[in-house]
């Protein structure tokens, strides 16, 4: 049986990377799915694959930092799915890089709004629908970045993504008691677009693979399983977590 049957999942940064693979897993697990990101044919085409397979899937354009798109993803969900019980909240930016001092507080706030503000953001609308459910699971995508470990020039990010797990711990205790689930997930290296932008030569990306135990990075359908866990039952227990899905990364110092 399908692990996700019956339900309806929102997932942000959807057109590539984690949040494509994330996307493709829950619509293949039974859930139906309201894909969100900035680019609309990419999200169509995405759409109209998990259709194809005999999936659901509804897909929406915008700026997750934009309010009214965060009250629109749920109210779509809503209306042409019944409901809400999962978010994956993933959609980021690196941002610029480079050391604090040389960088705007326009830069700055680029990264803590499309990383963080869009998570109160998306929590401000979910979590209503889910209690309307009497239960649900939100996730946020966060990093080892700022948790585990400090990268040189990625203040704005880490600070950002860090944020994440905060709003994490506080969600999940207000929410516990009406039986919603909120967890942070936190890979490693990964291979994405995003992560070809920070790793952009051989020398960087063998030096990345380095840093993780596992030697190697991770590809967006083994971070997909990850968030697949944190959405589904096999977790009931599993709330507040910051839950390190890192190829050793951080343990690492080989």
């Known amino acids: 049986m399908n692990i996700?049957?019956?339900?309806?999942?929102?997932?942000?940064g959807a057109s590539t990377g984690i949040g494509y693979a994330t996307a493709k897993l829950f619509?293949?697990?039974?859930a139906a799915v309201v894909v969100a990101a900035r680019r609309q044919t990419e999200l169509d085409d995405l759409a109209d694959s998990i259709n194809a397979e005999g999936g659901r899937a509804l897909a929406l354009a915008g700026d997750v930092g934009d309010e009214?798109?965060?009250k629109a993803l749920v109210d779509k969900a809503v209306s042409h799915f019944g409901g809400l019980?999962?978010?994956?909240?993933?959609?980021?930016?690196?941002?610029?890089?480079?050391p604090?001092?040389?960088?705007?507080?326009t830069d700055w706030n680029q990264v803590i709004a499309t990383n963080l503000t869009s998570a109160f953001l998306a929590a401000k609308y979910q979590l209503p629908a889910m209690e309307a459910r009497k239960g649900g699971s939100l996730i946020f995508t966060s990093t080892f970045v700022g948790y585990t470990a400090g990268m040189p020039g990625m203040a704005a990010y880490a600070a950002s993504k860090?944020?994440?797990?905060?709003?994490?711990?506080?969600?999940?205790?207000?929410h516990g008691p009406q039986n919603i689930r909120v967890n942070a997930l936190l890979p490693g290296g990964t291979d994405t677009a995003a992560g070809r932008e920070f790793a952009n030569t051989p020398e960087a990306l063998a030096f990345v693979?380095?840093?993780?135990?596992?030697k190697r990075m991770a590809t967006p359908d083994e971070i997909a399983q990850s968030a697949l866990y944190l959405a589904s039952d096999a977790s009931s227990f599993t709330t507040g977590s910051?839950?390190?899905v890192d190829g050793g990364v951080s343990i690492n110092r080989v």
């Open 242 to 244: 910051a839950m390190l």
């Open 68 to 70: 009214a798109f965060a």
């Open 27 to 30: 619509a293949k697990e039974g």
């Open 85 to 98: 019980d999962i978010a994956f909240n993933n959609a980021a930016i690196l941002g610029a890089m480079g």
């Open 209 to 214: 693979r380095n840093l993780h135990a596992l």
């Open 100 to 105: 604090v001092s040389e960088m705007s507080q």
């Open 4 to 12: 996700l049957a019956n339900k309806v999942a929102i997932v942000t």
């Open 162 to 174: 860090a944020g994440l797990i905060g709003l994490t711990q506080v969600l999940a205790t207000e």
